[in-house]
Every structure is written in structure tokens, then in C-alpha cells.
């Protein structure tokens, strides 16, 4: 390897895990990306390498990296090269329209975009929007690995800092548009040595990565770790639940991480009752609370899902429950991790509650986020002092155990994806025929909730819930399009500025048990 790269730096920096991993099990296997392997010390060259050719045409701190990729070995070499260089990482999620994406890149200002192959398509219609577009390169060993494009505007180089960004993640917020979240080295060090004392992972395990990377969880949870301990990292490109269960008998799978709808997929598949899962140990859910007919289906193959609770911000990790707790606290998701502070107060004052109560759960601790991306006035919203607001309203019960209650905020989580309705309400209204609209999630027994949209046409005109929909497919993401829409004359308020939302829960509740009745006819 190079010696240009600096890996003395700070005890936190991300980027010595995988050198130092790799000085000591060099031959062991690191990744295995749907049947092609690489083993620690490869995968520690391909990144040094990188990293150094970053660097060496004035890539460093400050500069930003966007990806538009599923997960593969050529997007973690490029996560490492960042890591080591200093470089924050900005994976973009190719769930986006190109609209959507084009404008998640306007925010980003990124100072070189990777792009896979097959998103070729996707990521150049996104550009098409920027007025400069940035330097470009294919990732992978033909790609950037071979030639490093300049930058605009060189950095001076400098060893990395534990404050330097590691991580942007872009995510829903209550607000239309969706917000970088800047993790930094010491975020993800602290985030992972919490996850490393409450769920630990060890060199012989092997963890199935079927989140996409644009997910806080696809590093934070369990793959940043592996790689840390020497583990193996089995990397799926795609959910599709009898390739999952698959990849977990034949490459003997002891632990991965999911949302309550894969795991009611896995469930659903023909091959669940017939599959051997025996070797899977540990199997973290995020995202939503597990429903207790989920924990059962898998309690009865002699598998104990463990509920977690996190958010992007806190990076993500905030509270678990071990397995072996799930039967005494149904519905629970559990106690602070290690280095984790969590606060109960009081959402109109801000004050703390203590003993058994319920209210906002606040974060506090070394792995709560540096920022929002170049908005001052999101993150000042955000916190409290030192105190990460969730908008998340809990309980917590005598025992110190939490139980998501609601949220604050108007979000919604429809499979895993946090869908601001602000967001899709901002895109329907850019049809010329709708005046405003309104957005409201639903509970559904696949996708945890979806959402129902109420639409005002303008005045005398004609619209139908068809256009409306096609509208919505060419603006916004699938996760995010409303699985029913409602025209109506007026939106129910309960002032003259305020929507009255929770009329509007009431009503789409109605109209999908009147669909739901009208299919079983």
C-alpha cells in the first residue's frame, strides 16, 4: 500500500479500521457481492489507492463525494477512499425520480459524482438540472480506481479529524424538502462501539447487507462494525425474499438487519417453511415497530427478532431490545445503547419527565449528528442544547423500557422509507390543475403505512384520480406515491391556517376499509 494516505490520524477515524484489519487478517474474506469475493487486504489497496488519488489531485476535507449506486464492492472501496481521505461520502438514493434526485444534488454541491452503470440513465437525466455539473466518474477498478477526475476547486491537505464529515445521508424531514445529515468520524466511531457492546458481531460471523447503502443502516448497522472485527459481509443489490432466504442457508448467514415489512415477506415466501435458518443468531429490525404476529411467526422457526429504535440523526442507533426481553415487553423497543442519554419532556414546555411517562423522546451523546447540511436554521429546530428532539412521542414504563406512542411530526414510514407529506404534497401541486393538497399515512398490514392523498382541483377544473396518480409517478419516488387519492372540494382546517390532519387520518382510514371491503366482494 501507498504510505501517502494518513492513517495515524485521530483514534476515531473510520478509514484505520479497514487498515488495520486488513494488517491483521489480510486473507480473510471482507465481501462477498453476489458470489464474487475480496478479501481484507484487496479491499484495504483498492481504497488506499483511491483514497490517494484523491488526495493527490486535491480531494480532502470539505470536499463532498456523491454516489449514485446500489450496494456493491466498488461502493464500499469508494466509502473507505473517502473515509482515509477525509472526504465526505454522500450516497444518493436511486429510488429518487430525476427530479427528485436533481434537486437532492442542487443541495449536495458535490465535488465529484460516482455513478453505477445502472444508473447511468437516472443519474444523467438528474444532472441535466444542476447549472454546473460537477466532475463525473464511473465507479469501480475501470473507473475512478484508474483515473481520478480534478476537482474545481482543489482543497490543501491536512491529516483527517474525528469532526470531519464521514456520512451525509439524505432524509425526510417534516419540511418539503428532504435534509443532509452530516455524521461525522467520531458520530459512527461512537455509534458503532455502542452497537458493538449491546449486539456485538465477531470475526466468524457473517452478515447478510440487504439495505440499500443510501441508508444510514446499511453502514451503521452491523456492516461498519463487521468490517471492523474482521467479519464477512454478504452484499445484496435488491430485496427479494426467496433470494434471501437463500443467501441465508447457503452462505450460512449468523446476522442481519431489516424492516418489519421484509421480514413479513420473508414470512409470505413459499420457501420460508422449508428453508434451514438455523444459523442465523442475530436479526436486528429498525425502521418501525415489529408487529407481535411477526414476532411470533419467527419465534416459532426458533428465531428471536431484536427491535431496535434510531433515527438518521443520532446515526442511528438509539434504543434496543434484546430478543430474550421481546415476549415481557410486547410492542417495546427497548433501552438506550451503551453511550446513549435519552430524555422524556414534556412537548409543549420542553421539560423533563421523569419516572413512568410519556412524551417526546429527546437524544443526547457522541453519536448525535453534527448538522443539517448548509441549513443553520434546521439544525437550530433540532436540538435543544445538547439534545437531539426526536418528534417522536414514547412512553416509558416502570421498568425504563420505551414504547413508540406516535409522532409529533407528520412523517410517515411506509417499508422502511421515511415519506414526509409536505414533500408529496409540494409535488402534486406542481400539476396545473390542482390547487392544493394534503397527505396523511395510514396503517397497512404489508407496508406499515401508505399514504392517502386529499387533492383541490382549481377552479371548474376537471381532474381525475388517474391523472393525479400518473402526475404522482412522475414526480416522486414509489414508496412515496399516495396508494389512494380523494378529490374534494376543501381541505378540513381546525383554524383558518392550520390542517386539521387528524379529521383527514379519519376519513383515509374509511376509504381504505371501504377498498379493502370492495376487493373481498
Known amino acids: 500500500m501507498s504510505g501517502d494516505t494518513a492513517v495515524e490520524d485521530g483514534p476515531h477515524t473510520i478509514g484505520r479500521w479497514l487498515i488495520a484489519r486488513a494488517a491483521q487478517s489480510p486473507a480473510r474474506i471482507a465481501i462477498d457481492d453476489r458470489g464474487v469475493t475480496i478479501d481484507y487486504a484487496t479491499l484495504a489497496l483498492r481504497a488506499t489507492d483511491l483514497a490517494d488519488g484523491l488526495r493527490r489531485v486535491g480531494y480532502g476535507p470539505g470536499s463532498r ?140 460471523d457473517v452478515v447478510l447487507a440487504m439495505l440499500p447503502q443510501f441508508h444510514v443502516a446499511a453502514w451503521n448497522c452491523q456492516p461498519l462494525l463487521a468490517w471492523w472485527v474482521g467479519a464477512t459481509v454478504v452484499l445484496e443489490r435488491s430485496f427479494q425474499p426467496a ?83 421481546a415476549t415481557a415487553h410486547p410492542g417495546a423497543v427497548g433501552r438506550p445503547y451503551p453511550h446513549v442519554t435519552v430524555r422524556i419532556a414534556d412537548p409543549a414546555t420542553g421539560l423533563p419527565l421523569e419516572g413512568e411517562a410519556t412524551g417526546e423522546l429527546w437524544v443526547r451523546g457522541p453519536s448525535v449528528f453534527a448538522g443539517y447540511l448548509d441549513d443553520e436554521a434546521a439544525t437550530a429546530a433540532a436540538m435543544v442544547g445538547e439534545w437531539l428532539r426526536t418528534g417522536d412521542l414514547v412512553h416509558r414504563d416502570a421498568a425504563g423500557v420505551y414504547r413508540v406512542v406516535d409522532r409529533i411530526k407528520d412523517i410517515f414510514i411506509s417499508g422502511g422509507e421515511n415519506v414526509a407529506p409536505a414533500e408529496v404534497e409540494l409535488a402534486l401541486c406542481l400539476h396545473p390543475l390542482i390547487e392544493s393538497a394534503a397527505v396523511v399515512g395510514v396503517p397497512d398490514p404489508v407496508w406499515g403505512e401508505r399514504g392517502v392523498a386529499f387533492v383541490v382541483p382549481t377552479a371548474g377544473a376537471m381532474l381525475s384520480t388517474d391523472e393525479v396518480l400518473a402526475h404522482a409517478r412522475r414526480n416522486l419516488a414509489s414508496f412515496k406515491i399516495p396508494v389512494h387519492v380523494e378529490i374534494v372540494e376543501s381541505l378540513p382546517r381546525s383554524t383558518i391556517e392550520k390542517l386539521a390532519r387528524p379529521r383527514l387520518r379519519d376519513r383515509a382510514r374509511q376509504l381504505l376499509e371501504g377498498v379493502h371491503h370492495d376487493d373481498s366482494r
Open 65 to 204: 463525494l456523491a454516489t449514485i449506486s446500489g450496494n456493491s464492492t466498488d461502493h464500499v472501496v469508494a466509502f473507505f477512499a473517502c473515509a482515509l481521505a477525509g472526504v465526505a461520502f454522500v450516497p444518493l438514493s436511486w429510488r429518487l425520480t430525476a427530479r427528485e434526485l436533481g434537486e437532492v444534488l442542487r443541495r449536495t454541491d458535490p465535488a465529484l459524482v460516482l455513478i453505477d452503470d445502472e444508473y447511468g440513465s437516472l443519474a444523467a437525466e438528474a444532472l441535466r438540472a444542476l447549472e454546473v455539473i460537477p466532475p463525473l466518474a464511473p465507479l469501480g477498478s475501470t473507473g475512478v480506481e484508474a483515473v481520478v477526475p480534478s476537482p474545481r476547486e482543489p482543497r490543501p491537505m491536512r491529516h483527517v479529524r474525528d469532526d470531519d464529515p464521514l456520512l451525509i445521508i439524505f432524509t425526510s424531514g417534516s419540511e418539503a424538502a428532504p435534509k443532509g445529515v452530516v455524521l461525522t468520524h467520531a458520530n459512527c466511531f461512537w455509534n458503532n462501539l455502542a452497537l458493538s457492546q449491546a449486539l456485538p458481531l465477531t470475526q466468524d
Open 243 to 325: 433470494r434471501v432466504l437463500q443467501l441465508i442457508h447457503e452462505r450460512r448467514v449468523t446476522a442481519m438487519m431489516g424492516v418489519p415489512t421484509q421480514y413479513a415477506m420473508l414470512t409470505r415466501d413459499r420457501q420460508w417453511g422449508v428453508t434451514d435458518v438455523s444459523c442465523l443468531r442475530l436479526a436486528l429490525v429498525g425502521g418501525a415497530t415489529l408487529p407481535a404476529e411477526l414476532h411470533d411467526a419467527w419465534a416459532a422457526r426458533g428465531l428471536a427478532l431484536t427491535q431496535g429504535y434510531g433515527l438518521t440523526e443520532a446515526a442511528p442507533n438509539v434504543l434496543q431490545l434484546p430478543a430474550h426481553d
